[in-house]
């Protein structure tokens, strides 16, 4: 079944660590995102990619990074996580369309002691 | 910048009773894209329903929903609760920065159906 994946389902770290997540999409979609849901639950968009084209939010700290190797990849790195970065972090993707439904991946769960 | 609103941060009710949560949005675009995601516990959100038509009431699963540009409001309802709709449900805009066409989440709404 064709699927958004994403690897770790969970990953625990500590301050001035770097992490790396993995995303994977096999629906032939041409965007991808990544969100971070905190844990009261509020989900934010961090970056969007297509077309090579990478769109960031302004209030994403610099030590994000998205790295993508084709447009069914997008993974994310985090260098010298801090306390704040724990949330899960959700991968999507859809068409290019403005009306298309987003399709999420499991998410990875990021716990910094 | 565009931004949604869910004024109710938690909703409880009786299975039976029918349920409404509210949406409201802000945006420059004249012609918004709202959705509305669910999200069950330990899953990820996926796809309630969606509509960008004035006024035209889109189902589905038994949820409705009606686009109001008027009021700027789309707020999701059903007629009878079942304890498996207990959930987190997120209204949405879809936003175009250069063409990327992101969703704008609200702050979500946790139904919890009771028996």
């Known amino acids: 079944e064709t699927a958004v994946f994403q690897t770790p389902n969970y990953h625990v770290t500590q301050v001035g660590n770097e992490v790396s997540f993995n995303c994977k999409q096999t629906?032939?979609?041409?965007?991808m995102y990544w969100y971070k849901q905190d844990s009261k639950k509020l989900l934010k968009i961090m970056f969007s990619y297509n077309n090579k084209q990478l769109i960031v939010n302004e209030t994403v700290p610099r030590r994000f990074s998205p790295q993508s190797s084709d447009k069914a990849h997008l993974n994310l790195r985090i260098k010298s996580v801090e306390p704040e970065d724990s949330a899960v972090y959700l991968c999507?993707?859809?068409?290019?369309?403005?009306?298309?439904?987003?399709?999420f991946g499991p998410g990875t769960r990021l716990t910094v002691l | 910048g565009d931004s949604v609103t869910q004024t109710e941060g938690l909703v409880t009710l009786t299975e039976g009773l029918p349920v409404m949560l509210n949406c409201t949005y802000q945006t420059i675009y004249s012609n918004p894209f709202l959705f509305w995601y669910v999200q069950h516990l330990n899953e990820s959100p996926r796809l309630l329903l969606k509509?960008?038509?004035?006024?035209k009431r889109t189902e589905h699963q038994g949820f409705h929903a009606t686009l109001h540009k008027s009021s700027s409001s789309f707020h999701l309802q059903k007629s009878s609760a079942q304890l498996s709709d207990s959930a987190l449900y997120y209204c949405a805009l879809s936003d175009c920065p250069s063409g990327s066409w992101q969703l704008i989440f609200g702050s979500g709404t946790q139904l919890t159906v009771m028996p």
């Open positions: 509509s960008f038509t004035d006024n």
């Open positions: 999507a993707s859809r068409v290019q369309d403005n009306y298309a439904e987003q399709f």
């Open positions: 629906l032939g979609h041409d965007t």
